[in-house]
Nanobody
Framework: VQLVESGGGLVQPGGSLRLSCAASGFTFSWYPMSWYRQAPGKERELVAVITSVGDKLNYADSVKGRFTISRDNAKNTVYLQMNSLKPEDTAVYVC?????????WGKGTLVTVSS
């Protein structure tokens, strides 16, 4: 299993970013996918989850109405569209899949929200 995130960077408050996570090594379309984030000095936080076919989405209260998770099963990719970014959204964002009882993680992509 390999998960590779991209799309992070420095953005001003109120700005937007779109993160991508390219998956390989497993049948992507069979599994729900998740985005987590970890800010400096804080515990890892579940941000969003999408079912295998994308029909159900769940979000942390802190990002509801601002972030949108989506997936393209033909491209084996899950996305996180982040709008109205706030300084408190600064973190390393990581995608994850639970497969056969094991959790797999990418290395993450850093998002910094600062003026």
């Amino acid at each position: 299993v390999q998960l590779v995130e991209s799309g992070g960077g420095l953005v001003q408050p109120g700005g937007s970013l779109r993160l991508s996570c390219a998956a390989s090594g497993f049948t992507f379309s069979w599994y729900p996918m998740s985005w987590y984030r970890q800010a400096p000095g804080k515990e890892r936080e579940l941000v969003a989850v999408i079912t295998s076919v994308g029909d159900k989405l769940n979000y942390a209260d802190s990002v509801k109405g601002r972030f949108t998770i989506s997936r393209d099963n033909a491209k084996n990719t899950v996305y996180l569209q982040m709008n109205s970014l706030k300084p408190e959204d600064t973190a390393v964002y990581v995608c994850s899949v639970r497969r056969q009882g094991m959790d797999y993680w990418g290395k993450g992509t850093l998002v910094t929200v600062s003026s």
